[in-house]
């Protein structure tokens, strides 16, 4: 199985600080990457998909970058609705989630 | 826009099966424009994909659990459904359906919380 691990695991912010979160995959997944928002008690949301493609209607503050085995997403000024946990995700056939980056205040 | 919604017993007893049912509306189980997958999360723990059923009938599995799990189409319900065998403990967890276009998925019910226990 392809492990995905993400960095850092929580994350301090103040509200318009630039947030990285990174993701590496324990093999080459070239751009076969999406990232998710979930918030408490709420299912996950797509923000990004093939490493650096914004979902429709996901804000521009959101990027994603990278591909092989190294991957971020970033958040250019956070914003108050941002606090959430965020999640990377590599698919082809077979999928796996990263652990988790909680970006808190 | 897609809707998925879980359903099935929010218990299940130890050793015995679990089984959900995610209903679609506004699309077809039977499209070849989505695929279709269970992903679980166990209580204040990240996600975990379960498997994932392609048009055509293919089906994907977490490799833990494959020995246990079969992701099945049911076109004339317009629904798709899991089953996870000899559950223990560890299997309690909020399961979500979800759909994708092949690029994550865009589409997830809302979660259903199932718990293991006698």
């Known amino acids: 199985d392809i492990q995905m691990t993400q960095s850092p695991s929580t994350l301090s912010a103040s509200v318009g600080d630039r947030v990285t979160i990174t993701c590496r995959s324990s093999?080459?997944?070239?751009?076969?990457l999406a990232w998710y928002q979930q918030k408490p008690g709420k299912a996950p949301k797509l923000l990004i998909s093939?490493?650096?493609t914004l979902e429709y209607g996901v804000p521009s503050r959101f990027s994603g970058s990278g591909s092989g085995t190294e991957f971020t997403l970033t958040i250019s000024s956070l914003q108050p609705n941002d606090f959430a946990t965020y999640y990377c995700?590599?698919?082809?056939?077979?999928?796996?989630f990263g652990q988790g980056t909680k970006v808190e205040i | 826009q897609l809707h998925l919604q879980e359903s099935g017993p929010g218990l299940v007893q130890p050793s015995e099966t679990l089984s959900l049912t995610c209903s679609v509306s506004?699309?077809?189980?039977?499209?070849?424009?989505?695929?279709w997958g269970w992903v679980r999360q166990s209580p204040g723990k990240g996600l975990e994909w379960v498997g994932t059923?392609?048009?055509?009938?293919?089906?994907y599995y977490k490799s833990s659990l494959k020995s246990r799990v079969t992701i099945s189409v049911d076109t004339w319900k317009n629904q798709f459904s899991l089953r996870l065998s000899s559950v223990a403990a560890a299997d309690t967890a909020v399961y979500y359906c979800?759909?994708?276009?092949?690029?994550?998925?865009?589409?997830w019910g809302q979660g259903t919380l199932v718990t293991v226990s006698s």
């Open positions: 093939e490493a650096s």
């Open positions: 059923i392609h048009h055509g009938g293919t089906t």
């Open positions: 979800a759909a994708s276009h092949g690029d994550g998925f865009d589409y």
């Open positions: 093999q080459s997944i070239s751009t076969w």
């Open positions: 995700q590599q698919y082809n056939r077979y999928s796996t």
């Open positions: 506004d699309g077809s189980v039977t499209s070849s424009t989505y695929f």
